[in-house]
């Protein structure tokens, strides 16, 4: 009898332990100020491409709007790093903050006016993408001022259900105020949306050590800023398994990154979707990832984490190129799932392995290599993946962007044994 029980318990006990970073006032604050700020970001990026796709007809503007969004990730995302290792990170994410949700309803007025034009699009995502740049690092090194070591890997787990929760939600919002409102009231939502997560940090007490790692050094000794980026380098130069997760996340973002800005184009050009149907195909996506956080934070503190970013990479890369290769619109969706699982299978994972590989005083550093890695790849990848799109069509490329993600992926399972023993 007791046999049966024991399995049971276990179940009951792990299912309860799911939610434990959430008992940490400054979490719960965090996390649903995020989730609500998440979801009008969702909503923009349903808006958005629609309306570049009408404005230009063209997969190379797709491409051109994804590199300006993301291409300030290459230029920022560093120096944000070392920032977050110095300064008041709380400060620092309100700041941002403001700017994107400044930028979002700008980006809103010039819609409803009937004046926006494609360069004027270009310029916001722009400013957007600084402003999340600089905000990426401190963003992911505050959750151990948010919880402490004890529940990091929680923590992580239910900050990616939050995200992913937030791409089921956000897109079917954004179908609903696209019909309602026009796509202008996705921007403008977007950008009061961002005072969910202003008022949640501002709420949070954090303190001065713990939001610095208890370091203490002028901004303005500049000498001393590169000397810090440097010795981030250094420091994940001589320790292999933390440059493996980092160059898994950048060749898999460099090549199967760009294909949220080419999902317009299949919805519309392959599968003869309307805006509704976009925002279906990125539902189904965030449906997939956040089935796939949900397990994260089942399992907890689980073993083998090594073999989950592994097959976590190389099940997306397989995803994707089936997704792009599908004209079947039930097997797109199902295919669109499976990437959306697969992601966040392998990136939180990389991201629990990082924070618990990495020591307090560079944390904010490898950080910013992390969120460089997925970020700094993707404007290349989206330049790249919009020009080849436009001569070759979306299908192939985005077919051959999956088979090359995922033969390097073949070659590091087989190849990098420390890996796969993590």
Known sequence: MSAQVEPTTERVSRASEMFRALGHRN????????????????????????????????????????????????????????????????????????????????????VATGVVQVWMI??????????????????????????GREDLSNAIALNSTQFQLSRIVGPVLAGLTISALGLAGCFIA??????????????????????TDGIARSMKDGRALWQDLIDGFRYVLQRPRVRMLLLISAVTSLFG???????????????????NGLALMMSITGGGAFCGALL???????????????????????????????????????????????????VAVINILLQQLVTDQMRGRVMSMFVLSFLG?????????????????????????????ALFMVVVIIRNKPLREL
């Open 27 to 110: 979490f719960r604050l965090f996390w649903a100020g995020a989730f609500l700020s998440n979801t009008g970001t969702w909503m923009q990026t349903v808006a958005q491409g629609w309306l570049v796709l009408h404005l230009t007809d063209s997969a190379f503007w797709l491409g051109v709007d994804g590199f300006m969004a993301t291409v300030p990730g290459l230029l920022l995302t560093l120096v944000g790093g070392v920032f977050a290792d110095l300064v008041d990170r709380k400060r620092l994410l309100i700041a941002t903050q403001i700017g994107a949700g400044l930028a979002a309803l700008v980006l809103g007025v010039l």
């Open 122 to 147: 270009l310029l916001l995502s722009f400013v957007t993408g600084c402003c999340l740049a600089l905000a990426s690092p401190s963003y992911q090194a505050i959750t151990i001022d948010l919880v």
């Open 190 to 211: 977007n950008g009061l949306s961002y005072i969910a997560v202003v008022a949640a940090l501002v709420m949070t007490r954090i303190s001065a050590a713990e939001n």
């Open 257 to 275: 990154g760009p294909y949220l800005s080419m999902v317009p184009l299949f919805a519309r050009n392959v599968l003869r979707l309307d805006e």
């Open 296 to 346: 994260l934070a089942f399992l907890g503190n689980f073993q083998y984490k090594g073999w989950f970013v592994l097959g976590g990479a190389l099940s997306f890369a397989i995803c994707l190129t089936g997704f792009a290769l599908s004209s079947h619109v039930g097997l797109s969706l199902a295919l669109l799932f499976g990437v959306g699982v697969s992601m966040v299978l392998f």
């Open 377 to 405: 790849t993707v404007p290349f990848g989206n330049l790249i993946t919009g020009a080849a799109a436009e001569r070759y069509g979306a299908p192939r490329t985005l077919a051959a962007c999956g088979l090359i993600s």
